[in-house]
């Protein structure tokens, strides 16, 4: 098991820029994949970042270039800096921890772009 908490969402006018944590109760590295994942009002959660145990990453097209997921291991955290924020990245953001026989969630943070 591995519980997992997020922070530092809030509110962003669009252009700018949020870094998202997540500390884990127990070690990352041997975790087989961490993500974060989004889910706006009236939408389906979608994944938006993953980052596998090898150091492999996986992005939602919406974000390419945008958003990186990475992670510090001795912290048992996971980042998602997010830059050039658009309105439409308005969601509530939750981390994911995938141990291959479960998913692990956080209780999500809002994250809120607008002028």
């Known amino acids: 098991q591995v519980q997992l908490v997020e922070s530092g969402g809030g509110l962003v006018q669009p252009g700018g820029s949020l870094r998202l944590s997540c500390v884990a109760s127990r070690s990352i590295a041997s975790i087989r994949s961490m993500g974060w994942y989004r889910q706006a009002p009236g939408k389906q959660r979608e994944l938006v970042a993953t980052?596998?145990?090898?150091?492999?990453?996986n992005y939602a097209d919406s974000v390419k270039g945008r958003f990186t997921i990475s992670t510090d291991n001795a912290k048992n955290t996971v980042y998602l800096q997010m830059n050039s924020l658009k309105p439409e990245d308005t969601a509530v953001y939750f981390c994911?921890?995938?141990?291959?026989?479960?998913?692990?969630w956080g209780q999500g943070t809002q994250v809120t772009v607008s002028s």
């Open positions: 994911n921890a995938y141990l291959g026989w479960a998913d692990y």
């Open positions: 980052f596998y145990s090898g150091g492999i990453t």
